[in-house]
Each structure stands twice: as C-alpha cells, then as structure tokens.
C-alpha cells in the first residue's frame, strides 16, 4: 500500500509541477540558455528534491537514463559511483533520473552501493519537460548541467555510461565550476575578492 502510495504521489507531483500536455513525439527541445524546468521528485536515499531549493547554491546535473538494472544504466550509475573523488572536488549535486518508480531505484541504488539520489519520474512529467522521453516511451541518455541561476550550461547527448563519471568531471572543470577548496578559500580569505581595479 505505501508503494502504491509513494508511486501515486511522485507521478500527481510531477504532473502539477511540470503542466506540459505534450506527447512524447511533440516533446520540448531545450538547449544552453534556457531555464531549466523545475521539478520535485522522489530520490533513491528516501527524500524529495526541487531544482530550486538550490539556486545560487550548487551547479546541478541531472542525469537520464532509460532503465534501471538494464546493461549500459548500470555501467553508467556505476561509473558515476566510481568517480566520487573526482566529482568530490566541485560544488555539484548530482542526480540520476528516470521513470522508474521509487521502489525500483531504491533497489537499484542499493544494488550498486551507489551514494548519490536515482530521482523517479514514474509519471514522465518531467520527462516530458526536459525533452528526454525517445519514441519508445522511455528516456534518452541525456544529462543536463545546470548552473546556479538555474539555467542550462549544457546537454550531453552522447553519453558513454562505462566513462560517465569521468567524462561529467571533466565537462564540469571545462564549464568553470567552482571546486569546493575554492569555495572555502573565497569565505576564509574574502579581501582576496575586493577589486584591485583604480
């Protein structure tokens, strides 16, 4: 009855934050520059996550694979999990996306030890906003990089699931994003910051 429950209230959820009325052939083409739409949605770790809680926080990357326990996802999740040294370094949130339900992503997060939110989008709302949803119904392995004003830095349209991790760590140092002993130097040392301009 609580999965019945969970699944219900992630697809009206969606529904509500994302009133898009398209089909998956009509679906929305985003690209760099525009707002990237915002969602709440169920994670893998138990909680629910909006785009917006953080704006001017933390670059966001949010990314979509079609199906859970299915061959290249796994190599995908699994190569992101493998990367946390890597992507540790920058002031990210990273999420997995698909349409897989709560329970399922649950399970397969846990199957692969994985320590980041699987974001279930049973409804496809969401999926239907960003663009994602392919003609079979199910999402693209597309991921989005999303800056701190919320707008779209990137799209990857080619993932390669078994170098995904390394492959996102290097895209986010090619968009400039902070990295997180950066950060910390800006709040230890703020007269580094004063303009040397006359």
Request: proline share 6%; hydrophobic share 35%; aromatic share 8%.
């Amino acid at each position: 009855m609580r999965t019945i429950a969970t699944t219900a209230a992630a697809t009206m959820v969606g529904l509500v934050n994302v009133a898009t009325g398209r089909g998956e052939r009509d679906a929305v083409q985003l690209k760099p520059g525009d707002p990237a739409p915002d969602f709440e949605l169920p994670g893998s770790d138990g909680r629910w996550y909006r785009l917006r809680d953080f704006r001017n926080l933390d670059t966001v990357v949010i990314a979509w694979f079609p199906k859970a326990f299915t061959g290249g996802c796994t190599k995908e999740c699994a190569s992101i999990g493998s990367s946390r040294g890597a992507l540790g370094g920058f002031k990210v949130r990273y999420f997995g996306a698909s349409i897989d339900s709560p329970d399922t992503n649950r399970a397969f997060a846990g199957s692969l030890s994985i320590d980041y939110p699987i974001l279930s989008d049973p409804g496809k709302a969401v999926a239907r906003a960003y663009g994602v949803l392919g003609a079979t119904g199910f999402p693209s392995r597309w991921t989005f990089f999303v800056g701190k004003d919320g707008r779209i830095l990137d799209i990857d349209k080619r993932v390669r699931p078994s170098s995904h991790g390394a492959d996102v760590a290097g895209r986010l140092s090619q968009l400039g994003t902070p990295r997180v002993e950066q950060v910390a130097e800006r709040v230890s040392n703020p007269k580094r910051e004063v303009s040397t301009q006359s």
